[in-house]
């Protein structure tokens, strides 16, 4: 009886434990009403819920490291780090819905949404008990996890096109192409468990395994989701356009694309720099110094894009 109890004990802890929400992946967040954003990597979980990983550090206010745990859909963490040589340290906790987290800090209220994994790069796949192989590339992967790519040609039956989606941990994709002028269609399904891909076709099962990587950079930061929105930079460019930085009487200036200020001063003529050396999108780049982007038309840029996106 001990030991039948005992083997329940260890099953219902285990079945508790298998139950916890996998947090490991990318997450992208906005804090304090968007003045703050950014990506954080959680790379290890435990079975006990603890968990820890780090920020992007592509931008100022996005740099740390984070250790926390989980308890059922609530998660806390601390972040460490330091700014200009000054150390911090917050507290931030919330409640997890699905890919999406909503929670606070200590001077604010964020929210993280969970980034697809980033499949981009070569595969190496076998099919149907090894009887078929290749390789595959994804070279294009959007921010909602639909990706495209092609085989890599290497036999007759290494050929075609793909085109798919990621929705969590679940990724399927349509295979299109021709064999001796044969045209055919496949449904891939599978699951994406590190860097692995396992799952079935119409005719077997098959596996796929990560090569190596294309060149890439973190995806569109420290501008969040609101850089996805095509609609944002459009909206900035409207503003780099009509604004009027503040000026003196007898001056001429105004804003070039990476918000710069350029033109006739009263010490002489401003020339556009050099595009600044930085891994940010303009998007992001923008966005990062839109409270202080400011004109005596059309307010500063934040408040513009924030009242047009209304």
């Not at 099953?11 to 139950?19: D, E, I, K, M, P």
């Not at 917050?90 to 994994?117: C, K, N």
């Not at 009887?131 to 990706?147: C, L, N, Y």
């Not at 119409?202 to 609101?226: K, Y």
């Amino acid at each position: 009886m001990r030991r039948l109890l005992a083997l329940c004990a260890t099953f219902t802890a285990w079945t508790a434990l298998g139950q916890t929400i996998d947090l490991v992946g990318d997450w992208r967040w906005t804090c304090c009403d968007n003045k703050h954003s950014g990506v954080w990597h959680i790379t290890t979980q435990g079975l006990d819920g603890k968990f820890a990983g780090k920020f992007s550090g592509q931008a100022p206010d996005d740099v740390g490291t984070l250790e926390g745990s989980l308890a059922g859909n609530q998660m806390e963490f601390v972040r460490k780090g330091s700014i200009e040589g000054e150390p911090f340290e917050q507290h931030w906790t919330g409640a997890i819905q699905g890919d999406r987290i909503v929670g606070s800090l200590e001077y604010g209220e964020f929210t993280a949404e969970r980034m697809p994994p980033d499949l981009r790069g070569t595969w190496r796949w076998t099919c149907c008990g090894g009887v078929h192989a290749g390789t595959w590339e994804i070279a294009r992967q959007e921010p909602d996890g639909t990706f495209a790519g092609k085989f890599g040609g290497t036999s007759a039956d290494d050929v075609g096109t793909m085109e798919g989606k990621i929705e969590g941990k679940r990724v399927q994709f349509v295979r299109r192409g021709a064999v001796e002028g044969i045209t055919f269609e496949q449904n891939w399904i599978g699951t994406i468990t590190g860097k692995a891909i396992r799952g079935k076709l119409e005719f077997g099962s098959f596996s796929a395994d990560f090569v190596r990587a294309t060149t890439r950079t973190i995806r569109e930061l420290p501008g969040g989701g609101i850089c996805f929105d095509p609609q944002t930079l459009t909206l900035m460019d409207e503003w780099l356009k009509e604004a009027s930085p503040p000026q003196r009487p007898g001056e001429s200036l105004r804003y070039e694309p990476w918000g710069r200020v350029v033109g006739m001063s009263r010490t002489g003529e401003i020339a556009a720099p050099p595009r600044p050396e930085t891994p940010l999108s303009r998007c992001d780049w923008l966005w990062y110094h839109s409270t202080r982007l400011r004109s005596t038309n059309l307010g500063t840029l934040r408040e513009y894009v924030d009242k047009r996106r209304e």
